[in-house]
């Protein structure tokens, strides 16, 4: 499966996307607050069991180094971050929100110190989500030896000086609310998951 993974091209990923219908044009407000007339959707896509399982083939055939853990944020890298785990037969966990907003791991999950962890979401915009659940992993003493997605739109190379591993790089206009385009033509705003009109 390894070989036939490694013939996928960016191209064919943005295929994918388009063809479930998880990328998205207009007018969208982002979970950082910015405003960007792109969305992936990644739930539309990973709904479809074959895909999850072959992006987590693609992303895991790009990893050089032993993964002990792979870790992702709830709710959208759960279903790509297990895949991914196991693809590496990796054990998977997931962090949340507490009561106060704090990223955490629950449940009864650990991270047992200096094990190897591989932090996989399934787009990567600011890398705000990324670095919360760094820091829950480095407190609990694992080391992070990767970051992977479907998606990176980022802009970024790397985070905390590890290489983005991504099956996609778009580049999107992303605007601060008080400075959108969008927002000035009277184009209505959705929020992802919402098609209710929000200004």
């Known amino acids: ?3 036939k993974t490694q013939q996928y091209k960016e191209k064919d990923i943005y295929g994918i996307l388009e063809e479930t219908g998880a990328y998205l044009k207009g007018h969208f407000l982002l979970s950082s607050g910015l405003h960007s007339d792109t969305y992936i959707q ?3 896509v990973l709904k479809y069991p074959k895909y999850a399982e072959l992006f987590g083939k693609l992303i895991s055939s790009q990893v050089n ?6 870790v992702s944020p709830a709710m959208g890298g759960i279903i790509i971050g297990y895949e991914v785990a196991k693809s590496l037969n990796a054990v998977f966990l997931f962090t949340e929100r507490n009561e106060n907003g704090e990223m955490m ?3 009864e999950q650990n991270i047992e110190k200096g094990k190897n962890i591989l932090i996989v979401e399934d787009v990567i915009t600011t890398g705000k989500s990324t ?3 760094a820091n829950v992993v480095k407190k609990l003493g694992g080391e992070i030896t990767g970051i ?3 998606v990176n739109r980022s802009q970024k190379e790397d985070l905390l000086d590890k290489k983005i591993i991504s099956l996609l790089k778009v580049q999107a206009n992303v605007y601060p609310p008080e400075n959108c385009p969008l927002c000035e033509m009277g184009h209505e705003i959705v929020k992802p ?4 009109k929000l200004l």
């Open 1 to 3: 499966m390894q070989e």
């Open 42 to 44: 990644c739930a539309k």
């Open 65 to 70: 180094s032993k993964i002990d853990y792979v």
């Open 105 to 107: 791991l629950r449940r």
């Open 131 to 133: 670095l919360e659940v």
């Open 148 to 150: 992977g997605c479907i």
């Open 193 to 196: 998951g919402s098609r209710k």
